[in-house]
């Protein structure tokens, strides 16, 4: 899969279709974030979570 960066986001939509917003895939501290931008609000996810091997889940 693409990794999605600040220059190429994901562009989604609510499931309602009335909003849209956007996700990427940042770094902050040394760490792989998810980040989420919806209007001034921007989110961040730490994804590190995602990418350990099924053992550690």
């Known amino acids: 899969m693409e990794k999605r960066t600040k220059d190429n986001p994901w562009k989604l ?3 309602s279709n009335t909003s849209e917003y ?6 902050k501290d040394g760490k792989e974030v998810l ?3 919806v209007g001034k609000t921007v989110l961040l ?3 590190s979570m ?3 091997p099924a053992r550690y889940a």
């Open 35 to 37: 980040v989420c931008t």
């Open 22 to 27: 956007t996700m990427h895939v940042d770094e």
């Open 50 to 52: 995602h990418q350990r």
């Open 13 to 15: 939509k609510t499931p």
């Open 45 to 47: 996810y730490d994804i």
